[in-house]
């Protein structure tokens, strides 16, 4: 319980995704070959501040919370439907099948009641990598968290998108949707999940179950949607590692099945708690990440022009 807390903690200060499931990246690098002034020092100082994609050739490295991107490319901050917010960040840096999915995905939003797109969040660092505050994941350049607020106003200044809010859509602490909640919303999350490229897509559990209560037809993209912590002010979506990636370590499969279920007993966990384990080992600190977590191609990503 001590872990649920400080993560529910943490993601309703951040809004951001952490510690999503994740898989090992393989074929780490070997102390031997990380220069002297990178060994100890963590990883987040050296990608944070690549203010450009490399130049290479777009690949995935790695996994979601431990990897990297070559050859990021950058959603534009304004579209004809999305706008890139909290861009002080330089977070607005993905594979191109994330930056096109995105893209994609905005355009039918501005086909909705209320909706002229997205407002798009964090997608990854220019070059992935563990980032300087927030996310554990997104280092991969196959994550984006897409704003459950309308966007209804695609002509925001940069000082805007800096202040504008999120706006959060739960009620009883994720158990149930509230009155910000819209059939356009199920709509959204519905066509984000049906696309091939979608792994998962992660929202808190009261909106997983209205989605399951309110959807009459077909059921199975409901599979890739699962309820986690926080996930009121956005929703994220991982997508699966690109064609021809080889290096890249893909998000197991959802359970067989629509989730419905399991998203029911996350709400009733969420309305009657079950009591403590008083066994349960305390949790353990989180470890920052060095060069030595991540696959070996990330020192060439970092050294790349």
Avoid at 241 to 249: I, L, T
């Amino acid at each position: 319980m001590g872990r649920i807390v400080a993560i529910i903690a943490l993601l309703a200060g951040l809004a951001a995704c952490e510690s999503l499931p994740d898989s090992e990246p393989p074929g780490t690098l070997s102390s031997r070959n990380i220069p002297a002034e990178m060994q100890g020092v963590h990883a987040k100082q050296f990608f944070g501040a690549k203010q450009q994609a490399s130049r290479q050739s777009p690949d995935v490295h790695g996994g979601y919370a431990k990897g990297c991107l070559a050859g990021g490319v950058a959603l534009p901050e304004t579209g004809p439907t999305w706008q890139a917010m909290r861009l002080s960040r330089n977070r607005n840096w993905g594979h191109p099948e994330t930056v096109d999915f995105v893209q994609r995905v905005s355009r039918f939003a501005a086909t909705q009641p209320g909706w002229d797109g997205l407002y798009v969040g964090d997608l990854s660092q220019p070059r992935g990598g563990p980032m300087l505050t927030g996310h554990r994941s997104h280092q991969s350049g196959m994550d984006a968290d897409i704003w459950l607020r309308p966007a209804n106003d695609l002509t925001l200044s940069r000082t805007a998108r800096e202040n504008l809010s999120a706006i959060s859509m739960r009620r009883a602490n994720g158990a149930y949707t509230n009155g910000n909640w819209t059939r356009a919303h199920h709509e959204i999350v519905k066509a984000a999940a049906q696309d091939p490229r979608t792994a998962r897509i992660f929202i808190f559990p009261g909106a997983k179950v209205q989605m399951c209560n309110d959807e009459t037809g077909d059921r199975a993209w409901l599979r890739k949607v699962r309820p986690w912590w926080g996930h009121h002010y956005h929703f994220h979506v991982r997508l699966n590692c690109p064609d021809g990636a080889a290096g890249c370590v893909a998000q197991d499969p959802p359970p067989p099945g629509d989730g419905c279920a399991e998203a029911q007993q996350w709400v009733r966990n969420i309305i009657d708690p079950p009591p403590p384990d008083p066994d349960a080992p305390p949790p353990k600190p989180r470890r920052e990440l060095t060069m030595k977590d991540l696959p070996r191609q990330c020192l060439a990503v970092l050294q790349s022009d």
